[in-house]
Protein backbone atom coordinates (compact mmCIF):
# COMPACT_ATOMS: atom_id res chain seq x y z
CA UNK A 1 0.00 0.00 0.00
CA UNK A 2 1.44 3.86 -1.15
CA UNK A 3 0.47 6.47 1.18
CA UNK A 4 0.85 9.64 0.72
CA UNK A 5 0.71 11.78 4.26
CA UNK A 6 0.45 16.08 3.89
CA UNK A 7 2.36 16.11 1.01
CA UNK A 8 3.46 19.78 -0.16
CA UNK A 9 5.68 21.44 -3.13
CA UNK A 10 6.72 24.75 -4.40
CA UNK A 11 8.41 26.19 -7.21
CA UNK A 12 9.59 29.33 -5.10
CA UNK A 13 6.35 31.20 -4.46
CA UNK A 14 4.27 28.94 -6.55
CA UNK A 15 2.65 26.06 -4.38
CA UNK A 16 1.84 23.22 -6.77
CA UNK A 17 0.86 20.35 -4.18
CA UNK A 18 -0.74 21.53 -1.17
CA UNK A 19 -1.57 18.73 1.64
CA UNK A 20 -2.20 16.17 -0.97
CA UNK A 21 -3.42 13.29 1.05
CA UNK A 22 -4.08 9.98 -0.67
CA UNK A 23 -4.07 6.10 -0.03
CA UNK A 24 -3.22 3.82 -3.02
CA UNK A 25 -4.17 -0.13 -2.35
CA UNK A 26 -2.27 -3.01 -3.37
CA UNK A 27 -3.78 -4.55 -6.61
CA UNK A 28 -5.91 -1.56 -7.10
CA UNK A 29 -5.50 0.77 -10.13
CA UNK A 30 -5.00 4.87 -9.02
CA UNK A 31 -6.12 7.33 -11.72
CA UNK A 32 -4.10 11.33 -11.26
CA UNK A 33 -6.62 13.11 -13.41
CA UNK A 34 -6.87 16.90 -14.00
CA UNK A 35 -6.49 19.83 -16.36
CA UNK A 36 -3.01 21.55 -17.24
CA UNK A 37 -0.80 23.18 -14.45
CA UNK A 38 -2.73 21.66 -11.60
CA UNK A 39 0.40 19.84 -10.10
CA UNK A 40 -0.56 15.59 -11.74
CA UNK A 41 3.73 15.62 -12.92
CA UNK A 42 4.57 17.12 -9.89
CA UNK A 43 2.88 14.69 -7.45
CA UNK A 44 4.50 11.51 -9.44
CA UNK A 45 7.48 13.02 -9.27
CA UNK A 46 7.78 13.24 -5.88
CA UNK A 47 6.14 9.80 -5.27
CA UNK A 48 9.39 8.49 -6.64
CA UNK A 49 11.93 10.85 -5.48
CA UNK A 50 12.67 12.93 -8.40
CA UNK A 51 11.61 16.21 -6.45
CA UNK A 52 11.62 16.70 -2.80
CA UNK A 53 8.79 18.30 -1.13
CA UNK A 54 7.29 18.07 2.66
CA UNK A 55 5.18 15.44 4.14
CA UNK A 56 5.05 11.43 4.23
CA UNK A 57 5.17 8.97 1.79
CA UNK A 58 5.23 5.11 3.20
CA UNK A 59 5.10 2.26 1.24
CA UNK A 60 3.73 -0.76 3.34
CA UNK A 61 5.12 -0.20 6.64
CA UNK A 62 8.16 1.61 5.57
CA UNK A 63 9.05 5.36 5.11
CA UNK A 64 10.47 6.04 1.35
CA UNK A 65 10.07 9.92 1.95
CA UNK A 66 13.91 10.30 2.52
CA UNK A 67 15.19 7.56 0.04
CA UNK A 68 16.69 8.61 -3.43
CA UNK A 69 14.80 7.77 -6.30
CA UNK A 70 17.54 4.85 -7.16
CA UNK A 71 15.87 3.15 -3.79
CA UNK A 72 12.40 3.89 -4.59
CA UNK A 73 12.61 2.14 -7.38
CA UNK A 74 14.31 -1.09 -6.10
CA UNK A 75 11.56 -0.92 -3.43
Given at each position: ?????NIEFAYGG????DDVNRTM????MTCV?????VG???????????????GSITLGDEEISGMTAHRRAQK
Open positions: MLNLRVKALAPGKMGRNGKTTLMQNIIGLLRGR
